[in-house]
């Protein structure tokens, strides 16, 4: 796990949000997309983080699951976005 939302975006998409928003006018919305959905992961993030301070483990198990989702859905599409660039 990484410990701040950057490096886990970095991991899962190998550039940084600021790189993200830097791309171009062509990406802006994408990049507002990416940012919300990013914000929306971070939020249950810390929820997760405070459930485990809690010693909730069904609460925490809950939000981890709603992160997984969210940053699966954000590689899935940049992997469909890169497949478009480059085709």
């Given amino acids: ?7 886990a975006l970095k991991a ?3 550039v940084s949000l600021q790189e993200m928003i830097q791309t171009g ?13 990013a914000k ?3 939020q249950h ?3 997760a983080l405070h459930f485990l301070e809690q010693k ?3 609460g925490f198990g809950k939000e981890m699951q709603k992160v997984q989702s969210i940053l ?12 478009a660039l480059q085709d």
């Fill in 25 to 37: 006018t062509g990406h802006t919305q994408s990049a507002v997309v990416f940012s919300k959905n």
């Fill in 56 to 58: 909730d483990w069904i």
């Fill in 45 to 47: 993030y810390n929820k």
């Fill in 12 to 14: 899962v998409f190998h």
């Fill in 1 to 7: 796990m990484r410990k701040t939302l950057d490096e």
């Fill in 40 to 42: 929306e992961a971070l």
């Fill in 72 to 83: 699966s859905e954000m590689a899935k599409k940049n992997e469909l976005q890169s497949g």
